[in-house]
């Protein structure tokens, strides 16, 4: 996610209320901001993370050509090949 900074101008009392909630519930001001923005509906609910194996699950099995079997071992001498 890249960053930007907002300034905003709120009531003395608002602001009083926004460090007070803030405290209350053990984080920032700026990230008590964020989640009411998201309950606002203005920014996306961040999703759950993904595996390595998610991100990439798409992908598999779309690459086509090459061998069959990756592997060094060699089946008709039944020995690995250097």
Same mark, same amino acid.
């Given at each position: 996610?890249? *960053?930007?900074?907002? %300034? /905003?101008? @709120? %009531?003395? !009392?608002?602001?009083? =209320?926004?460090?007070?909630? !803030?405290?209350?519930?053990?984080? $920032?001001? +700026?990230?008590?901001?964020?989640? +009411? /923005?998201?309950? &606002? ?9 993904? %595996? =390595? &194996?998610?991100? @990439? ?5 779309? /690459?086509?050509?090459?061998? =069959? *079997?990756? %592997?060094?071992?060699?089946? $008709?001498?039944?020995?690995?090949? @250097?």
């Amino acid at each position: 996610m890249q *960053d930007e900074t907002l %300034s /905003l101008r @709120i %009531s003395k !009392a608002e602001a009083r =209320a926004l460090r007070e909630r !803030a405290k209350r519930e053990g984080v $920032s001001r +700026a990230s008590l901001v964020r989640q +009411a /923005l998201r309950a &606002y509906g203005v920014t996306p609910e961040p999703g759950p993370e993904k %595996s =390595a &194996y998610e991100v @990439i699950e798409p992908l598999i099995g779309k /690459l086509g050509g090459g061998p =069959a *079997d990756l %592997s060094i071992f060699t089946h $008709s001498t039944g020995m690995c090949a @250097i």
